[in-house]
Nanobody, 123 residues
Framework: VQLQASGGGLVQAGGSLRLSCEVS????????MAWYRQAPGEQRELVAG???????NYPDSVKGRFTISRDKGKNAVYLQMNSLKPEDTAVYYC??????????????????WGQGTQVTVSS
């Protein structure tokens, strides 16, 4: 299984970025997917999840600004990030996750994680 994330970069506050994650080696259409982020000295946090059926969930910190989507034909998941804030600065990871009763939970397999892409938002 491979997850290849891309699209990070440096953007000014208020700007937008779109992250992409291409997935191979697994039946993508059956998987729940999520984006996480981790800032230096902080714990990893979920920023968006999407089930195989398209149900989405976001924490309050990004709700209304971030949108997760998936393209089953391209085996890809995306994270559109708008109105970015300096506190959104982090390394962003895509992941195959478990979805159960509205909750997205990371799995133990190391190869169910992408390599991470840096997002830096300047003030």
């Amino acid at each position: 299984v491979q997850l290849q994330a891309s699209g990070g970069g440096l953007v000014q506050a208020g700007g937008s970025l779109r992250l992409s994650c291409e997935v191979s080696g697994i039946s993508f259409r059956d998987q729940a997917m999520a984006w996480y982020r981790q800032a230096p000295g902080e714990q990893r946090e979920l920023v968006a999840g999407i089930s195989s059926g398209g149900w989405r969930n976001y924490p309050d910190s990004v709700k209304g600004r971030f949108t997760i989507s998936r393209d089953k034909g391209k085996n890809a998941v995306y994270l559109q990030m708008n109105s970015l804030k300096p506190e959104d600065t982090a390394v962003y990871y895509c992941a195959i996750v478990r979805y159960y009763w509205g909750v997205f939970t990371p799995l133990d397999q190391q190869d169910y994680w992408g390599q991470g892409t840096q997002v830096t938002v300047s003030s």
